[in-house]
């Protein structure tokens, strides 16, 4: 934090942040970073725990770094919904909640003396802490703590460099938050969208000439169904990073024959164990290597793990199995590896759809499908069957008039030839669009 805040003094009066057509300086930055630390000292004590409530603005982000340099431990909690603000609260031990309401910090005092054995470390320590909350899309959300100060020591190393760079993932997901600490160690710019939706974000790209767009599948496929990409000048694109969920091979296709001169990174990363280095095999291809000397890996029945310099002290409310005891975080990514080490995920093991003991995964259905001239958008996933224990079914937007049975026929048709007869979806259900959650990833279990 300190290397950090000697940054900021020397980039003085370069941009830091834009944010609603508002622009910002690192003095402005580290001037109110030292207001509220100044605030916060006087209320809340090192190594509590604090909820820092909203997405990002200049003020939240500066209030980030007045609870690091107070030593307190974080919880982002971007989520608008009273229970999951309440529950995410209470899985995480708060003592405090914080938010920017009119340029002023709202601080609520929380009555709550529980605490944890890892967050007794960190005070022990005198570190700094950070909380982040799993989707929840496999159960109840998971509280995985860092040591912040760790995490952030890792980014020391970054060049400086002067560019802008659009923040997509969100304030409470490590993707997001690794853009941030990018933009901070390198004396960037960080653009901040007031929407994330196709319009305001190809809108973005044209007018701060945005040379790098880290995203997900599903939201560049949703740029792609949009055409939202036709309207703006989108050529100082000059690489798209994607994560987060498998990315279909046909989509892929199809974006790089879309955006001809843009280079395609694959990114990789958990929160469990932060963010990886990465290089693809190539723009068109799935392959890639993970590359970080933060990190390392190994496959263990075809499933990734990790082990790295930057992971999580564990959970807060659930046991550690994903964890070996020997320090290795089993992710759960289905892995197939090629020559010189370079591995495509293929899919999530708790996402397999087993139809008779034949294992399907949803991901190479969505591949197929997804090649198909009227479809612009689907989603597999298991659908309960009394014969087979599961069937395959898909979710499917379509650009045309057939009916469901229409498109059931052309989709069994078309994969009669691509797919093994087990693989071939059963059920066809027209939507409008397919289940993803607030960061663009899909949402397959049912």
Excluded at 46 to 69: H, R
Excluded at 355 to 367: M, Q
């Amino acid at each position: 934090m300190k290397l950090l805040l000697e940054k900021f003094e020397r980039f003085d009066t370069q941009i830091v942040i834009i944010h609603q057509n508002k622009a910002y300086t690192y003095k402005q930055l580290n001037n109110k970073i030292n207001e509220y630390y100044e605030k916060l000292r006087r209320s809340i004590d090192t190594s509590l725990v604090v909820a820092l409530l909203g997405d990002y603005s200049f003020e939240n982000i500066t209030l980030f770094f007045a609870l690091v340099k107070n030593k307190n431990i974080i919880v982002p909690i971007t989520s608008k919904k009273e229970d999951i603000i309440n529950s995410n609260i209470k899985e995480s031990f708060s003592r405090f909640s914080i938010e920017v309401k009119n340029a002023s910090l709202d601080i609520k005092a929380i009555n709550n003396n529980q605490t944890h054995e890892m967050l007794n470390k960190l005070k022990e320590e005198k570190q700094a802490g950070l909380i982040l909350f799993s989707s929840g899309s496999t159960g109840k959300p998971k509280a995985m703590i860092h040591n912040l100060d760790s995490l952030l020591s890792s980014y020391e190393k970054k060049r400086e460099k002067s560019m802008n760079m659009l923040v997509f993932l969100m304030f409470d997901h490590i993707g997001g938050l690794n853009t941030l600490f990018n933009v901070l160690y390198m004396g960037s710019t960080l653009i901040i969208p007031k929407n994330r939706d196709a319009k305001t974000i190809c809108k973005i790209i044209q007018d701060y000439k945005i040379r790098v767009l880290p995203s997900s599948p599903t939201f560049l496929n949703l740029i792609l169904i949009s055409g939202e990409y036709l309207n703006y000048d989108l050529k100082s694109l000059r690489m798209i990073t994607y994560g987060t969920e498998t990315m279909p091979e046909s989509l892929l296709i199809k974006l790089k024959s879309t955006f001809l001169k843009v280079k395609f990174l694959q990114t990789f990363g958990t929160s469990e164990t932060g963010i990886t280095n990465t290089s693809s095999k190539s723009s068109d291809s799935l392959y890639m290597k993970l590359d970080s000397l933060e990190q390392e890996y190994k496959i263990v029945n075809k499933e990734l793990y990790l082990r790295s310099n930057t992971q999580v002290l564990g959970y807060l409310n659930a046991s550690m199995e994903a964890f070996t005891k020997d320090g290795w975080f089993k992710t759960g990514d289905l892995v197939e590896v090629i020559e010189e080490d370079y591995l495509k995920i293929i899919g999530r093991s708790k996402e397999i759809i087993n139809v008779g003991g034949e294992k399907v995964l949803p991901a190479e259905i969505e591949s197929i499908v997804l090649g198909m001239e009227n479809i612009e958008d689907c989603m597999a996933y298991a659908l309960d069957n009394s014969i087979t224990g599961q069937s395959v079914a898909i979710e499917v937007v379509i650009n045309n008039e057939l009916s469901a049975r229409e498109v059931k026929k052309e989709i069994r048709m078309y994969c009669k030839n691509k797919l093994e007869n087990y693989k071939i979806p059963t059920k066809v259900i027209l939507v409008e669009k397919t289940n993803f959650s607030e960061r663009f990833k899909k949402m397959r279990l049912k």
